[in-house]
């Protein structure tokens, strides 16, 4: 397929990778139902490594074979499938026309711990020995880690520009640097988080949808003062992409804990609104039995196609 002019657009914002950075970015972008419009929705399971088998996969027990989820992205129309080491290793070979990400870092949950840092689980070389076009790699802003996190990311994200891969960034603010849940989805939060994995070098950017609330007293001070709109999500969406270098990195936005199905679809309206590039929708998908979730992330396209 060749490249429309929005594809064309967003891929100039690269300039400095290489070739093989650019058409692996393409092939994500001209692939599945979305092909061509610059919009995303992809397929992230590290939900098993990160909150536990039973937890991730009971609701729907298909979910334990890593064959069905690649198979779920593909029969969509995803744009491509995340997921850690062994079950891209899974499916690498039995599904060679699917665009992967290798998420690089995960964590457990078998231990509560105030500041997180996930540990390396893949290399660059695991990415290219099985045709990953993309890196995956967790950050959380606001844990006393944030350091260590930033500079493994540097080194992962320069080896994967030389190699040829894109790099995609779940930046997560967490930890004790931020003492209240609602603060890590304050809209000054998730636009700063969004905005530092932007510096760190990510070509994508995936961040929690941000609520209204203001964290950061500092921070109150300005966006008061100078009016910033932040009371509906569209508004908070088009902030978060404004400060990803004013919409020229591709921001897409997490699903989140299960919700209804309703719920889903008035969020992605307003993501979609705001000038949001797509979604990465896990839970949400996979637990539903598979003509359901078939069903529901062909509507979620829908709202991004039009």
């Given at each position: 397929m ?13 300039s400095s990778?290489?070739?093989?950075t650019i058409?692996?970015l393409?092939?994500m972008?001209?692939?599945?139902t979305?092909?061509?419009?610059g ?7 590290d ?12 609701p729907?027990?298909?979910g334990?074979n890593p064959?069905?989820?690649?198979e779920l ?10 997921a850690p080491?062994?079950?891209?290793e899974?499916?690498s070979k039995?599904?060679?026309d699917?665009p992967l990400i ?5 964590s ?8 997180p ?6 290399a660059?070389?695991?990415a290219?020995r ?6 995956g ?5 606001g844990?006393s880690?944030r350091?260590?996190m930033y ?6 994200t320069?080896?994967?520009k030389?190699?040829g891969?894109?790099v995609v960034?779940?930046s997560y603010p967490?930890g ?7 603060g890590?989805?304050?809209?000054d ?8 994995a932007?510096?760190?070098g990510?070509h994508?950017?995936k961040?929690?949808?941000?609520s209204?609330?203001i ?6 001070k300005?966006?008061?003062k100078?009016k ?18 004013d919409g020229r ?9 299960a919700k209804s ?5 008035s ?7 705001g000038g949001?590039f797509?979604?990465?929708i896990?839970r949400n998908?996979?637990?539903r039995?598979?003509?359901e ?8 396209m829908?709202?991004?196609?039009k």
């Amino acid at each position: 397929m060749l490249s429309t002019p929005r594809v064309k657009e967003i891929l100039s914002w690269y300039s400095s990778d290489n070739p093989g950075t650019i058409r692996n970015l393409a092939r994500m972008l001209n692939f599945g139902t979305l092909a061509g419009t610059g919009k995303f929705v992809i397929l992230p399971v590290d939900q098993g490594f990160e909150h536990g088998p039973a937890r991730s996969f009971a609701p729907n027990p298909h979910g334990y074979n890593p064959l069905y989820h690649a198979e779920l992205a593909l029969e969509s129309g995803c744009n491509a499938y995340a997921a850690p080491l062994g079950f891209i290793e899974a499916v690498s070979k039995e599904y060679p026309d699917l665009p992967l990400i290798l998420k690089l870092n995960n964590s457990d949950s078998l231990i509560s711990e105030k500041d997180p840092a996930p540990a390396v689980t893949g290399a660059i070389e695991d990415a290219l020995r099985l045709g990953a076009g993309a890196i995956g790699y967790t950050i959380y802003p606001g844990s006393s880690m944030r350091n260590d996190m930033y500079e493994k990311l540097q080194y992962l994200t320069q080896a994967a520009k030389e190699a040829g891969l894109a790099v995609v960034v779940w930046s997560y603010p967490r930890g004790s640097g931020i003492t209240t849940k609602d603060g890590e989805t304050a809209i000054d939060v998730v636009a700063y988080a969004a905005h530092i994995a932007a510096q760190l070098g990510a070509h994508m950017i995936k961040v929690k949808p941000p609520s209204s609330e203001i964290y950061q007293e500092s921070a109150r001070k300005v966006y008061e003062k100078e009016k910033i709109p932040i009371a509906t999500l569209e508004e908070r969406v088009r902030h978060v992409v404004q400060a990803t270098f004013d919409g020229r990195r591709i921001v897409i936005f997490s699903g989140g804990p299960a919700k209804s199905t309703e719920e889903i679809y008035s969020e992605i309206r307003e993501i979609h609104a705001g000038g949001g590039f797509g979604s990465i929708i896990g839970r949400n998908s996979f637990q539903r039995p598979k003509a359901e979730a078939l069903e529901f992330l062909k509507e979620i396209m829908n709202i991004y196609r039009k």
